[in-house]
């Protein structure tokens, strides 16, 4: 069956960059995309963007745009999302998923929380 | 970007009861509307995609319906497995947004 392995929970400073990682298993990697979405406490989901495995074509949300980075390993199926300059607010859960077509996000990965704080 | 708004924020029902979610677009999406399911601590959980159809092992009391603008998540007979935060999602065009979600209470 699909699974998506996150890295473990971090803690950074604001200022700092983080990088978090997604093994996928159970599919072919560089058939879908790796998306990334993130939740803030007691906030609802936030669309942070995707990368194709296929190609590395990404797509951020505006929001993140020029502070997210997302890459793939086909060698190893993983995806990382990179979030660098953080702020306090950026303290979330993010979460990778990936989107089958026509049926929306079928499969997450477990979470992993971000916390900033100085 | 499409604003999607959901209603109401929260509700409190009982075991047993209908319970009707509402998910507004701010602009068409056709029927690329999903919900998702989500328990506190947990990963969202797909429930619906293309606004009406269920993803496989989703209880039949799921239903969902609309198109457009308008859209909603009904869970007839609601079961205690069913109090979670229900999000509703459309996929039409980039950036993906979600709803605030609805978190559904034991009354």
């Known amino acids: 069956q699909v699974q998506l392995e996150q890295s473990g929970g971090e803690v950074r400073k604001p200022g700092a960059s983080v990088k978090v990682s997604c093994k996928a298993s159970g599919y072919t990697f560089s058939s879908y995309a790796v998306s990334w979405v993130r939740q803030a406490p007691g906030q609802g989901l936030e669309w942070m963007g995707f990368i194709r495995a296929s190609n590395g074509y990404t797509n951020y949300a505006q929001n993140f745009q020029g502070r997210v980075t997302m890459t793939t390993d086909t060698s190893t199926s993983t995806g990382y999302m990179e979030l660098r300059s953080l702020r306090t607010d950026d303290t979330a859960v993010y979460y990778c998923?990936?989107?089958?077509?026509?049926?929306?996000?079928?499969?997450w990965g477990q979470g992993t929380p971000v916390t900033v704080s100085s | 970007d499409i604003q999607m708004t959901q209603s109401p924020s929260s509700l409190s029902a009982s075991v047993g009861d209908r319970v009707t979610i509402t998910c507004r677009a701010s602009?068409?999406?056709?029927?690329?509307l999903n919900w998702y399911q989500q328990k506190p601590g947990k990963a969202p959980k797909p429930l619906i995609y293309?606004?009406?159809t269920l993803h496989s092992g989703v209880p039949s009391r799921f239903s969902g319906s609309g198109s457009g603008t308008e859209f909603t998540l009904t869970i007839n007979s609601l079961q205690p497995e069913d109090f979670a935060t229900y999000h509703c999602q459309q996929s039409h065009s980039t950036p993906l947004t979600f709803g605030a979600g609805t978190k559904v209470e034991i009354k």
């Open positions: 998923a990936r989107e089958t077509p026509y049926s929306g996000y079928t499969d």
């Open positions: 602009q068409s999406v056709s029927i690329s």
């Open positions: 293309g606004s009406s």
